[in-house]
C-alpha cells in the first residue's frame, strides 16, 4: 500500500478499495500519512467523490482505526446524532427517556461548532460533572444508570479526528463524502444496534435548504445501513430555534422543566423528542407510534428525570439534581428584556445570527481554546407568529455585563423580522430510510 497511489487513484475519479482505505486510515491514526498526503486525499474527495460503496467504505476504515466497542446488555444499545441546530437540546432529554424505556445509551457527544451548541458544553454547565471520561467509566455509567452523555476518548476513531483537523484548514469540510465518513465511523464505533439522524435545515442550521438536508440525509442514512447499523433520519425544521433558549445552563435549564412534566415549557422541543425516539425504537423493532407513546409517559411520569439525575450524580455532578437544580445552574448578573422595534408579526428569525451573539456574549467559542460562559443566552424567544406591539418583549438576555446586554439586545432585533405576517412551518419536514 501506498498514500500516494491511493490519491492518484482518487484524483484519476476512480474509488479505492476496501482494503485501500482500511490502510489508509490506519496510517492517519499510526502517522504513516503525511499532513500533505492526508490534504491531497480531502481535496480529491471533495473534488471527485467517494460513491455509495466508497463511503461505506471510508466510514468503516475511519471506524476501525481506534477501540470498536462491544455490548452485552440486557436491552438494545441505540443512539441519535443532530447535524446542529440552535436551542438543540434534544439528547438532555432523549438519552433519559430511552434508557427509561430500557433502553442503553452511550451517546458519545462534541462541543459547540460555529453558532450552534454542544451537548458536552451544556452538560459540563452542571457544577462537577466531568463529560471526558475513559472507556471504563462510559461503560459503568452506561450500564448503571442506562445513559452516559460524554466525549469521546482518544482511541475512539482517531483517523477522523486528524482528518477533521486537516479538513478544516484546507477548505475541505463542505463534502458530503466527508461529513458522512465523519459523524458516522465516531457513532458506530461506539457499537450501536441502531441510530436515528436529526438533519436540520434551516436558517439555524449548517443545511440551508431542503435539497442539501436531503443529500446529507440520504448518504448518512445508506452509509449507516451499508456498514451494518440500521439507521434513519428525519429532516426538521431550524428555521427557528427548537426551544426558545440558547445558552449552555438556560438550555439545561429548559430540559428540566420538560423533564419535571412541563411539556408546554418547550412543545416543540418535547414533540421532537419523542418523534425521535419513536422513530430509534421502531428501529429496534417497536411499534412506531405504540413506541413514541412510551417515550412521552417516560418523560411526563419523572422516570426520565430520574435516569438524567442518576446520570449527572455519576459523571459527578450534584446528587440532587432532580430536586433542586434551579439552585445548582449558574445564572449571570445581567438580566433584561429585548423589545420589538415596531408593531406587527414576527415573520423570520435568523438563527445563525442568534447563534452568533450568544457565542460574542462568551456563550460560545470563536476560536478553540475560548472559555465558555455557561451562564450566559436568551430564553423566552418570542417564535415565528407572534403577534407583537412596539415595546413588547421579544426575549430576555442574560448577560455578564451591561454592555454585553445592549450590544445583544441590537443583534437580536436584527435577528427577529417584524413584517405583516409569520408563517410556521412544520417541525418535521421530511421522513429518510
Not at 459547540?112 to 467509566?137: F, R
Not at 476513531?157 to 469540510?173: E, G, M, N, Q, S
Not at 422513530?279 to 417515550?295: D, Y
Not at 415595546?391 to 435577528?415: C, F, K, L, M, Y
Amino acid at each position: 500500500m501506498d498514500a500516494r497511489a491511493i490519491i492518484a487513484r482518487l484524483r484519476r475519479g476512480k474509488t479505492p478499495s476496501r482494503d485501500e482505505l482500511q490502510w489508509f486510515a490506519a496510517g492517519l491514526a499510526n502517522g504513516q500519512v503525511s499532513d500533505a498526503q492526508a490534504g491531497a486525499f480531502a481535496m480529491a474527495v471533495c473534488l471527485n467523490g467517494l460513491g455509495e460503496e466508497g463511503r461505506v467504505g471510508l466510514t468503516e476504515a475511519m471506524r476501525d482505526s481506534g477501540d470498536v466497542l462491544k455490548w452485552d446488555m440486557p436491552g438494545p444499545v441505540l443512539d441519535k446524532h443532530s447535524t446542529g441546530g440552535v436551542g438543540d437540546c434534544v439528547s438532555l432529554i432523549l438519552a433519559p427517556a430511552l434508557a427509561a424505556c430500557g433502553v442503553f445509551v452511550p451517546m458519545i457527544s462534541g462541543r459547540g461548532l460555529g453558532h450552534t451548541g454542544g451537548t458536552l458544553d451544556k452538560m459540563e454547565s452542571i457544577p462537577g460533572v466531568v463529560a471526558q471520561i475513559s472507556e471504563e467509566k462510559l461503560r459503568a455509567v452506561t450500564r448503571k444508570t442506562g445513559c452516559a452523555i460524554v466525549g469521546a476518548t482518544g482511541r475512539i476513531a482517531p483517523a477522523d479526528k486528524r482528518l477533521y483537523a486537516i479538513r478544516d484548514v484546507t477548505a475541505t469540510v463542505e463534502s458530503v463524502d466527508l461529513i458522512t465518513a465523519s459523524i458516522l465511523s465516531k457513532k458506530l464505533a461506539a457499537g450501536l444496534e441502531g441510530l436515528v439522524l436529526d438533519v436540520k435545515v434551516g436558517s439555524g442550521a449548517f443545511m440551508k435548504t431542503e435539497d442539501e438536508a436531503r443529500a446529507l440525509a440520504t448518504s448518512l442514512v445508506n452509509t449507516a445501513n451499508g456498514a451494518g447499523c440500521p439507521t434513519a433520519a428525519l429532516i426538521t425544521d431550524m428555521d427557528e430555534p427548537l426551544a426558545p433558549v440558547l445558552g449552555n445552563a438556560l438550555e439545561v435549564a429548559i430540559c428540566m422543566e420538560v423533564l419535571s412534566g412541563n411539556p408546554a415549557a418547550a412543545r416543540r422541543l418535547h414533540d421532537l423528542t419523542v418523534a425521535l425516539g419513536g422513530r430509534l425504537l421502531a428501529l429496534a423493532g417497536e411499534a412506531e407510534g405504540e413506541a413514541e407513546e412510551r417515550v412521552a409517559e417516560a418523560i411526563s411520569s419523572g422516570r426520565a428525570m430520574t435516569h438524567f439525575a442518576a446520570m449527572v450524580a455519576e459523571l459527578g455532578g450534584p446528587p440532587d439534581m432532580a430536586e433542586d437544580w434551579h439552585t445548582h445552574l449558574p445564572k449571570a448578573p445581567v438580566v433584561g428584556d429585548v423589545v420589538a422595534s415596531q408593531t406587527g408579526v414576527i415573520s423570520a428569525i435568523d438563527g445563525e445570527a442568534l447563534g452568533l451573539a450568544v457565542v460574542a456574549m462568551g456563550g460560545g467559542r470563536r476560536v478553540e481554546t475560548d472559555r465558555i460562559d455557561p451562564a450566559v443566552g436568551l430564553t423566552d424567544v418570542a417564535p415565528v407568529g407572534t403577534r407583537v406591539n412596539r415595546g413588547d418583549p421579544i426575549a430576555v438576555i442574560h448577560a455578564r455585563s451591561e454592555a454585553s446586554a445592549e450590544a445583544t439586545a441590537r443583534a437580536v432585533q436584527a435577528a427577529m423580522t417584524i413584517g405583516a405576517k409569520g408563517e410556521t412551518r412544520p417541525l418535521i419536514r421530511e421522513r429518510i430510510g
